[in-house]
């Protein structure tokens, strides 16, 4: 079993910035990749950015140029950087860990963007 623990969501005024973090723990032999998506009241969730263990990164068109993608294998964590938010940013932030054969998602994170 796979756990994910997310951390960083807050409130932000729009302009500001947040670091999302997500520790991946429990039985992992090897993970295929990492990333994170994002669900808005009354929406689907959907893709923000996704890094591969090789170090691919995939954007959001709404996340390009603003947001950044990275990893510590070390930690089995990954991290995204929100900068230059807006209110059409709000959403609950979820984790997503892509081992052999399935996945996991993590509890999610509420970020809030205030205008």
């Known amino acids: 079993q796979v756990q994910l623990l997310e951390s960083g969501g807050g409130l932000v005024q729009a302009g500001g910035s947040l670091r999302l973090s997500c520790a991946a723990s429990g039985s992992i032999f090897r993970i295929n990749g990492m990333g994170w998506y994002r669900q808005a009241p009354g929406k689907q969730r959907e893709l923000v950015a996704y890094i591969t263990t090789g170090g691919s990164t995939n954007y959001a068109d709404s996340a390009k140029g603003r947001f950044t993608i990275s990893r510590d294998s070390s930690k089995n964590s990954v991290y995204l950087q929100m900068n230059s938010l807006k209110p059409e940013d709000t959403a609950v932030y979820y984790c997503?860990?892509?081992?052999?054969?399935?996945?996991?998602w993590g509890q999610g994170t509420q970020v809030t963007v205030s205008s």
């Open positions: 997503k860990v892509v081992v052999p054969e399935r996945f996991y």
